[in-house]
């Protein structure tokens, strides 16, 4: 179950336009407790007009230092990420949980590492980078990395220092959908670019393992050329901006009424729920302090386990095939389609 401190922004780093970096002020007491593996995430919770709110942000500072490091790219109508970007400065507090997340790298000497990312999928990425490049004299990483232009680009002139500093470990490559510029790839990251690399640029690294991060049809692309490539699905890792619907998954979702016992930390919560809402909404409209960040089924926070009855998500990239035939579920994603149902968030 997520645990939350209340940390200091240490300071805000205007990375882009519409990117800002947070460094938060690590106590001494909690250094232990913010120590991560590259590619974990933090979740940052605050009260905004009046209503928590909660975001998952991937750490993008290096595990071997030091600083706990998100970046926060502003969206249309973002509640979290506009705020972050135009009212938050240095001094201002935060609550902010233990690092976690199961998209990590750690580096193994002797192995390739590629990476396939675009626009702020970049943050785990930048911090995988790192721990290789810090750690593993022997190993190497390359990316291809996606934005509008150089000014859209998150991180530019630090990777290009990255790459100043370790060449030939570290190959960098930038595809520009809306500039052309001298040195990288015009247009989208799609099958062409990913064969065009793989079969050219970079036909003599054999890649033990790639990690993708961005929006979905760019991550399905990417991993359908990667697997024609003679890529093990297990050797293709990715996290996703947004999660789509399973519409198989949905139909199953019906309207009638379950008996719903909820356990965590070692209590039992009972309720009763409408089957077209999930056991997470559900279980915080009842008081429920259960464990959430993102709420979009690209995050783990919410991870809980079935011990009695059944659910449906209709939305899960995170949850492998053996972790279902287990009954772990996201509880955000998650309807229930039986009478009574068990969901233990201890059991996690």
Do not use: W
Request: glycine letters at 6%; a negative charge.
């Amino acid at each position: 179950m997520s645990q939350f401190y209340t940390l200091k922004i240490k300071e805000v780093i205007r990375e882009t336009v519409a990117a800002v970096s947070l460094v938060f002020d690590i106590p001494a007491n909690l250094k232990s407790e913010f120590t991560f593996v590259a590619g974990q995430y933090i979740t940052l919770k605050t009260t905004i007009n009046g209503e928590e709110v909660r975001r998952a942000y991937s750490l993008c500072s290096s595990p071997n230092s030091t600083e706990v490091k998100v970046t926060v790219k502003a969206v249309e109508n973002g509640t979290f990420s506009v705020f972050a970007n135009e009212t938050l400065r240095a001094g201002d507090e935060l609550e902010v949980s233990k690092p976690e997340g199961k998209f990590v790298l750690q580096p193994e000497a002797n192995k390739n590492y590629i990476g396939f990312a675009a626009g702020s999928g970049i943050t785990p990425v930048l911090s995988m980078i790192k721990s290789v490049l810090e750690t593993e004299p022997s190993a190497s990483f390359t990316l291809v990395y996606g934005n509008k232009s150089v000014n859209d680009t998150i991180f530019y002139e630090e990777l290009n220092s990255l790459k100043d500093k370790y060449a030939p470990k570290f190959n960098l490559n930038f595809v520009f959908s809306r500039e052309s510029k001298e040195g990288s790839v015009f247009g989208r990251i799609d099958k062409a670019h990913v064969n065009y690399f793989l079969k050219n640029i970079y036909k003599e690294i054999n890649f033990d393992k790639a990690f993708l991060c961005g929006p979905e049809e760019m991550i399905t692309t990417v991993s359908e050329t990667l697997t024609e490539n003679g890529f093990a699905k297990d050797a293709i890792l990715f996290e996703l901006f947004t999660a789509s619907i399973d519409e198989a998954a949905a139909s199953q979702v019906k309207d009638g009424q379950t008996q719903v016992d909820v356990m965590l930390d070692g209590e039992t919560i009972s309720f009763t729920m409408s089957q077209d809402k999930d056991i997470l909404s559900e279980s915080l409209r009842n008081n429920v302090d259960a464990p959430y960040s993102c709420q979009g089924g690209v995050c783990s926070s919410c991870i809980a386990k079935i011990t009695e009855g059944k659910a449906v998500m209709v939305k899960n990239q995170i949850l492998t095939d053996a972790e279902l035939e287990e009954g772990f579920i996201l509880t955000c994603q998650a309807h229930p389609t039986t009478s009574k149902i068990t969901v233990d968030f201890d059991d996690v």
